[in-house]
């Protein structure tokens, strides 16, 4: 009996094991991902206790997230495990812990509409070369999208589908088991999550509801309608993307996520 509690107590000594911060002021974020809202922020050797590991946003070619005791999630990069790969379980219910599902045709259509096409390479308002619906270039002439440019609109909706990927992810990792998601439901919140940021999707009330197993379809029409506002007033634009995600949400679709 003795050497099964002495077994047992170094098993949790083990699990309970504290690693070094390595970088300067580091960010613990709510999500795995840089587009997560900043919770609090890790002074250079400041030791962390991680809970659980799981993917998110590449950090210096790390795209491992350490969740903490505090319940934030910091970069892997910047923390000093001993190791460039997991050193700790995965991370079971949200944060990333499965692949998240692509967003339907619906969805994809439904963002495309309220983006906006233009074929070839433009300045947008902040300066910044873009194309095909709201794509921001990363390369001279854009070079990084496959595609001939000008661009076709059926060759502008997969570089679309493409770019979607970041506000899957992100809502796949923000949800926990209990939040249970068709696919059209799934695409209404990535819809939203692409429109205004993962990090504001993130904090808000509807994952606060959705992860305490309320059914989207109840949060959905209480919800969405309150994200209409820019600048202080209240945008056409928006009133109309929240309530086409709405009513895209209310039609009959295979199960996305749990995954």
Not at 53 to 58: A, F, L, V, W
Not at 169 to 188: H, P, R
Not at 208 to 228: C, D, H, I, M, S
Request: one cysteine or more; charged letters at 15%; glycine letters at 10%.
């Amino acid at each position: 009996m003795k050497f099964t509690l002495f077994a047992a107590a170094a098993a949790l000594a083990s699990t309970a094991v504290a690693f070094p911060i390595t970088g300067d002021s580091v960010n613990c974020r709510s999500g795995p991902g840089t587009s997560y809202a900043v919770k609090k922020s890790y002074a250079k050797g400041h030791d962390v206790t991680i809970t659980c590991q799981t993917g998110g946003t590449s950090v210096s070619g790390n795209s491992i997230w350490d969740k903490t005791s505090d319940g934030c999630y910091v970069a892997d990069y910047y923390v000093k495990t001993g190791s460039s790969g997991y050193v700790k379980p995965k991370c079971s219910t949200g944060g990333g812990s499965c692949s998240a599902p692509k967003s339907n045709a619906a969805t994809v259509d439904l963002i495309a509409e309220f983006e906006g096409f233009v074929a070839k390479v433009y300045i947008d308002a902040t300066g910044h070369p873009t194309v095909g619906y709201g794509h921001l270039c990363t390369k001279s002439k854009c070079a990084e999208v496959g595609y001939p440019i000008p661009l076709s609109k059926a060759n502008g909706k997969k570089l679309l589908a493409t770019d979607m990927a970041k506000a899957e992810k992100c809502v796949t990792a923000m949800l926990n088991s209990k939040a249970v998601l068709n696919a059209n439901q799934y695409g209404a919140l990535v819809s939203l999550a692409f429109n205004v940021g993962c990090g504001a999707v993130q904090s808000s009330s509807i994952v606060t509801r959705l992860n305490k197993g309320e059914k989207a379809a109840t949060v959905y029409p209480q919800e969405f309608p309150k994200w209409v506002h820019g600048g202080g007033k209240v945008l056409p634009g928006l009133v109309r993307r929240r309530n086409a995600e709405v009513a895209l949400a209310k039609k009959a679709a295979g199960k996305a996520l749990p995954c």
